[in-house]
């Protein structure tokens, strides 16, 4: 069994920055885990926002956030981030970290085994 819980959400204003953090806990290490995000705004569906695999070779982000959103892991921490700048009200939702066996799986099939509670982020003036 493997618990995730965020943290760092919260109010900034536009083009801001805020990071989020995932903290990873259970019998395994997280570097057994590809590792993502995924976020939830009011009304719409669950989307992917950025994926990356156990050893961090390899990174996926949504065409929204490219450029803007930067995810990486510290598996001696059992940590996961996501550092978000220049965030737009269109960012706003609830973040969700997420863990799965398999990266492929995650970005293709948009699946995870694992998540966290979730944590609020809104971005406004």
């Known amino acids: 069994q493997v618990q995730l819980v965020e943290s760092g959400g919260g109010l900034v204003q536009p083009g801001g920055s805020l990071r989020l953090s995932c903290a990873v806990s259970g019998r395994t290490s997280s570097s057994n885990y590809a590792m993502a995000w995924f976020r939830q705004a009011p009304g719409k569906e669950r989307e992917l926002v950025t994926a990356?695999?156990?050893?961090?070779?390899?990174?996926s982000y949504a065409d929204s956030v490219k450029g803007r959103f930067t995810i990486s892991r510290d598996n001696a921490k059992n940590t996961v981030y996501l550092q978000m700048n220049s965030l737009k009200p269109e960012d706003t939702a609830v973040y969700y970290c997420?863990?799965?066996?398999?990266?492929?799986?995650?970005?293709?099939?948009?699946?995870?085994?694992?998540w966290g509670q979730g944590t609020q982020v809104t971005v406004s003036s």
């Open positions: 997420a863990a799965h066996n398999t990266y492929i799986a995650v970005v293709a099939a948009k699946v995870a085994d694992y």
């Open positions: 990356i695999s156990p050893s961090g070779g390899l990174l």
